[in-house]
């Protein structure tokens, strides 16, 4: 079981933010912004509140669904649906106490907003954190995508069955560098993350594809309903190590703030209805996903869903082809981003020292682009699996879901309001608990050779 536990995560880890298409399109600061009449409202040229939802739920979903139902199984549906509720709960909480945070400080970005709030360390810690996580994502991209084309490769060599054995064209180790140098690598270049905006949509449709395909493929089979599924018997341990797996499920608050700083009229109100609308739609797919999945197969169902269909099943191989096309998407806007953060770490250390370096030079862009990509496809050839790295870096995501948040308003809220600062400090307790929690029970499974 611990076993499931790891790889589940693992695998949440490297998908969970999978599809953060589009993220900064919201980003470009020359836009202009002019204070509106209405009060709390700020009128710019930016994205429209549907776009909005695409962006969010695109950052949401993603591969990650694959694992829900293996979630499920372990803890139960009527176990899995609370804790989905609560993630919800405090996710909503923890955006808008950053949209509140970007009207008062005007943020461009997230790194940006812990500067202004919480101070340079604070920003350099947050940048910090986000290279890691973004580099950890692209790398986990080019292995998903590696390993997606490695299953419908095997699907067309058994085909055409022309001889025994793993042919070359079938390796990943040749799958991947061919995959990302010509599906990702002239993608990384796109000055303007605006043009993956069509990528986002897609990327959602994606996913409800395989919902859909999921659904359907149970009633396919016309299985009974399992009693034990609803509500097994289960301690408080498993249930604390699949929190982090909803937590990750949900985390797009790095999107969050520049999304909702370049929004069309932003307001807070607006992006509430944003919010609740996105969180709706994305609580009804995975609990769609994650029963159906789970009755199809059982409590044995693989982390990997798609890996317990027939590779003869023709709505399954489409959607492999689908996340697989979704992930190579994505990569693309995991390096931007960490290209962002690196080089806004760049001049913020060049500060200290006394030197004035002005931010995104075309030189400094083609290094950093160049060492970024071909390290990350490095370490996925090399690899197949991050392991328990994956799981220590996944675990920085509560970081940015709710301790900084936390943070934020704690900061904001130390000579004010008393309940908001209390607030702040129970979203700070929760998230470096699932922090450490994270770190140990890894310690811990390295210890026992579990993992």
């Known amino acids: 079981m611990e076993s499931s536990i790891q790889e589940t995560r693992t695998r949440v880890t490297s998908f969970h933010e999978q599809s953060l298409n589009v993220l900064n399109a919201m980003m470009s600061r020359e836009w202009n912004k002019e204070e509106g009449e209405g009060e709390g409202v700020v009128e710019r040229k930016g994205g429209s509140m549907l776009g909005a939802i695409f962006i969010l739920m695109n950052a949401i979903m993603g591969a990650s669904i694959l694992i829900l139902p293996c979630s499920f199984g372990h803890i139960g549906i009527i176990t899995a649906v609370i ?105 990384i270049w796109v000055r303007n993350i605006s043009s993956f905006s069509y990528v986002s949509v897609f990327s959602v449709f994606s996913v409800f594809y395989i919902v859909a395909a999921i659904i359907i493929d149970y009633y396919k089979l016309d299985l009974p309903l399992e009693d034990e599924i609803l509500m097994p018997d289960v301690g408080i341990l498993p249930i604390m190590q699949y929190l982090p797996v909803f937590t990750l499920g949900f985390q797009c608050h790095m999107t969050s703030v520049p999304l909702y700083y370049e929004l069309h009229n932003r307001s807070v109100s607006r992006y509430t209805v944003v919010i609740l609308i996105t969180s709706c739609l994305v609580f009804i797919c995975y609990m769609l996903a994650g029963v159906f999945g789970l009755m199809t197969f059982g409590v044995n169902v693989d982390p990997d869903i798609l890996i317990d269909y027939s590779s003869k099943d023709g709505l399954m191989t489409v959607a492999r082809g689908a996340i697989s096309v979704s992930v190579i998407g994505s990569c693309p806007i995991f390096i931007y981003l960490g290209r962002g953060a690196i080089d806004d770490t760049v001049v913020q250390l060049a500060g200290k020292f006394n030197r004035q370096l002005e931010r995104n030079t075309e030189k400094r862009r083609v290094v950093i ?83």
């Not at 940006?112 to 954190?129: E, I, R």
């Not at 929760?430 to 140990?440: K, R």
Request: aromatic share 14%; with cysteine.
């Open 83 to 187: 804790m989905e509720l609560f993630v919800v709960f405090i996710g909503y909480i923890s955006h808008m106490i950053l949209a509140g945070a970007v009207d008062r400080f005007d943020g461009a970005n997230y790194q940006d907003l812990m500067g202004k709030v919480c101070g340079p360390t604070a920003q350099l810690l947050s940048q910090l954190g986000l290279i890691l996580y973004f580099f950890t994502l692209s790398c986990a991209s080019h292995i998903t995508m590696g390993d997606q084309a490695v299953k419908i490769c095997e699907l067309a060599d058994g085909i055409v069955d022309s001889s025994e054995g793993e042919h070359w064209y079938c390796n990943r180790r040749f799958l991947i560098p061919v995959g990302s140098m010509t599906l990702i690598f002239p993608l």
């Open 369 to 451: 682009l160049l060492i970024w990509h071909f390290l990350s496809l490095t370490l996925a050839i090399l690899t197949s699996s991050f392991g328990t790295v994956l799981q220590l870096v996944g675990s920085i995501a509560a970081l940015f879901m709710l301790f900084f948040p936390g943070y934020i308003a704690w900061v904001e809220s130390r000579d004010g309001n008393r309940g908001y600062q209390v607030l702040g400090a129970i979203l700070m307790a929760i998230g470096m608990f699932m922090f450490l929690w994270t770190i140990i029970f890894n310690i811990y499974q390295i210890a026992t050779g579990a993992g």
